[in-house]
């Protein structure tokens, strides 16, 4: 269960790890990034790498706002 949509600090806390390995986006971060800042409003489903087929994804949805400009950077 998810606890609300992603706020400021969620956003700056989710750009430090997906820069923690080696300071890049990779594509597939890239991919995520792009479906959470574009502006139709939907249902994203994510799980971890290597997750069990029926592991139970976690729900996201396209943020606004400074939260949006906060995973924008990660795009630029």
Same mark, same amino acid.
């Given at each position: 269960?998810? +606890?609300?949509?992603?706020? @400021? #600090?969620? =956003?700056?806390? %989710?750009? /430090?790890?997906?820069? =923690? &390995?080696?300071?890049?986006? &990779?594509?597939? @971060?890239?991919?995520?990034? =792009?479906?959470?800042?574009?502006?139709?409003?939907?249902?994203?489903? #994510?799980?971890? $790498?290597? $997750?069990?087929? &029926?592991?139970?994804? #976690?729900?996201?949805?396209?943020? +606004?706002? /400074?939260?949006?400009? #906060?995973?924008? &950077? %990660? %795009?630029?």
């Amino acid at each position: 269960m998810n +606890s609300g949509p992603l706020t @400021e #600090v969620d =956003a700056k806390e %989710l750009k /430090k790890a997906i820069l =923690a &390995d080696d300071g890049k986006v &990779d594509a597939a @971060e890239r991919d995520l990034l =792009a479906e959470m800042t574009q502006s139709k409003f939907r249902r994203i489903e #994510v799980q971890a $790498a290597g $997750a069990k087929p &029926d592991a139970t994804p #976690v729900a996201l949805y396209p943020v +606004s706002a /400074k939260t949006k400009k #906060v995973l924008q &950077d %990660l %795009l630029q």
